[in-house]
Protein backbone atom coordinates (compact mmCIF):
# COMPACT_ATOMS: atom_id res chain seq x y z
CA UNK A 1 0.00 0.00 0.00
CA UNK A 2 1.12 3.33 -0.73
CA UNK A 3 0.20 6.51 0.85
CA UNK A 4 0.07 9.62 -1.13
CA UNK A 5 -0.13 13.46 0.26
CA UNK A 6 0.24 16.31 -2.07
CA UNK A 7 0.73 20.29 -1.20
CA UNK A 8 1.29 23.23 -2.16
CA UNK A 9 -0.91 24.58 -4.02
CA UNK A 10 -2.81 27.70 -3.92
CA UNK A 11 -4.24 30.55 -5.69
CA UNK A 12 -1.67 32.81 -8.23
CA UNK A 13 -2.14 35.13 -10.97
CA UNK A 14 -1.44 33.96 -14.44
CA UNK A 15 1.93 34.13 -15.71
CA UNK A 16 2.94 33.57 -11.77
CA UNK A 17 4.87 29.50 -10.75
CA UNK A 18 3.80 27.11 -8.27
CA UNK A 19 5.78 24.12 -6.94
CA UNK A 20 3.84 20.93 -6.40
CA UNK A 21 4.77 17.98 -3.72
CA UNK A 22 3.17 14.88 -3.30
CA UNK A 23 5.16 12.82 -0.54
CA UNK A 24 4.94 8.89 -0.99
CA UNK A 25 5.25 6.52 2.17
CA UNK A 26 4.53 3.10 2.34
CA UNK A 27 6.64 1.66 -0.13
CA UNK A 28 10.24 1.73 -1.75
CA UNK A 29 9.40 5.42 -3.65
CA UNK A 30 12.68 5.11 -6.03
CA UNK A 31 10.73 1.76 -7.72
CA UNK A 32 7.30 3.65 -8.02
CA UNK A 33 6.26 5.46 -11.25
CA UNK A 34 5.00 8.54 -10.88
CA UNK A 35 2.40 11.15 -12.17
CA UNK A 36 0.34 13.96 -11.64
CA UNK A 37 -3.37 14.10 -13.29
CA UNK A 38 -5.51 17.33 -12.70
CA UNK A 39 -9.65 17.58 -13.31
CA UNK A 40 -11.36 20.78 -13.27
CA UNK A 41 -15.44 21.03 -12.05
CA UNK A 42 -17.29 19.22 -14.79
CA UNK A 43 -14.00 17.86 -16.68
CA UNK A 44 -12.72 14.15 -16.37
CA UNK A 45 -9.25 13.63 -14.77
CA UNK A 46 -6.38 14.88 -17.16
CA UNK A 47 -2.93 13.60 -17.69
CA UNK A 48 -0.63 16.08 -16.63
CA UNK A 49 2.89 14.59 -16.57
CA UNK A 50 4.68 11.35 -15.19
CA UNK A 51 8.33 10.32 -14.39
CA UNK A 52 9.07 6.48 -14.70
CA UNK A 53 11.17 4.70 -11.91
CA UNK A 54 15.03 3.99 -12.78
CA UNK A 55 15.96 6.81 -15.43
CA UNK A 56 13.53 9.43 -14.37
CA UNK A 57 12.22 9.70 -18.14
CA UNK A 58 9.40 12.10 -17.90
CA UNK A 59 6.26 12.47 -19.97
CA UNK A 60 4.21 15.40 -20.59
CA UNK A 61 0.95 16.37 -22.16
CA UNK A 62 0.83 18.86 -24.63
CA UNK A 63 -0.88 21.21 -22.63
CA UNK A 64 1.99 21.55 -20.69
CA UNK A 65 4.78 20.65 -22.42
CA UNK A 66 7.47 23.60 -22.04
CA UNK A 67 5.89 25.17 -19.14
CA UNK A 68 5.88 22.12 -16.39
CA UNK A 69 8.16 20.17 -14.87
CA UNK A 70 8.23 17.16 -13.67
CA UNK A 71 10.71 15.90 -10.88
CA UNK A 72 11.93 12.98 -8.10
CA UNK A 73 13.99 13.43 -5.15
CA UNK A 74 14.31 9.43 -4.34
CA UNK A 75 15.60 10.64 -0.80
CA UNK A 76 13.23 12.65 0.29
CA UNK A 77 10.52 10.00 -1.12
CA UNK A 78 9.02 13.02 -3.25
CA UNK A 79 7.56 14.08 -6.13
CA UNK A 80 7.41 17.50 -7.78
CA UNK A 81 5.30 19.71 -10.12
CA UNK A 82 7.08 22.82 -11.01
CA UNK A 83 4.13 24.87 -12.91
CA UNK A 84 5.22 28.16 -14.31
CA UNK A 85 3.81 30.42 -17.05
CA UNK A 86 0.50 29.35 -15.34
CA UNK A 87 -3.19 30.08 -16.87
CA UNK A 88 -6.40 30.12 -16.03
CA UNK A 89 -7.19 27.04 -18.04
CA UNK A 90 -4.64 25.39 -15.52
CA UNK A 91 -7.29 25.79 -12.92
CA UNK A 92 -8.29 22.64 -11.44
CA UNK A 93 -7.51 20.13 -8.77
CA UNK A 94 -4.13 17.95 -9.23
CA UNK A 95 -4.04 14.66 -8.14
CA UNK A 96 -0.71 12.34 -7.28
CA UNK A 97 -0.38 8.96 -8.17
CA UNK A 98 1.72 6.08 -8.36
CA UNK A 99 2.28 2.65 -9.47
CA UNK A 100 4.38 -0.11 -9.06
CA UNK A 101 7.84 -0.56 -11.70
CA UNK A 102 5.36 -1.90 -14.48
CA UNK A 103 3.22 -0.07 -15.87
CA UNK A 104 -0.16 -1.90 -16.84
CA UNK A 105 -0.86 0.91 -18.94
CA UNK A 106 0.35 3.78 -20.85
CA UNK A 107 2.02 6.47 -18.50
CA UNK A 108 -1.11 9.02 -19.20
CA UNK A 109 -3.86 6.82 -18.54
CA UNK A 110 -5.09 7.22 -15.20
CA UNK A 111 -6.11 3.16 -14.96
CA UNK A 112 -2.39 2.51 -14.86
CA UNK A 113 -2.42 3.81 -11.51
CA UNK A 114 -3.30 2.21 -8.13
CA UNK A 115 -2.36 4.60 -5.31
CA UNK A 116 -3.66 8.28 -5.65
CA UNK A 117 -3.23 11.47 -3.39
CA UNK A 118 -6.11 13.61 -2.01
CA UNK A 119 -5.48 16.16 -4.23
CA UNK A 120 -4.82 20.02 -4.27
CA UNK A 121 -6.13 22.65 -5.79
CA UNK A 122 -4.61 25.11 -7.74
CA UNK A 123 -6.33 28.28 -8.98
CA UNK A 124 -5.03 31.25 -11.84
CA UNK A 125 -6.65 34.14 -11.78
CA UNK A 126 -7.06 36.69 -14.95
Known amino acids: QVQLVESGGGLVQAGGSLRLSCAAS????????MGWFRQAPGKERQFVAAIRWGDSFEYYADSVKGRFTISRDNAKSTVYLQMNSLEPEDTAAYYCAATGSYYSAPASNSGAYAYWGQGTQVTVSS
Open 26 to 33: GRTFSTLN
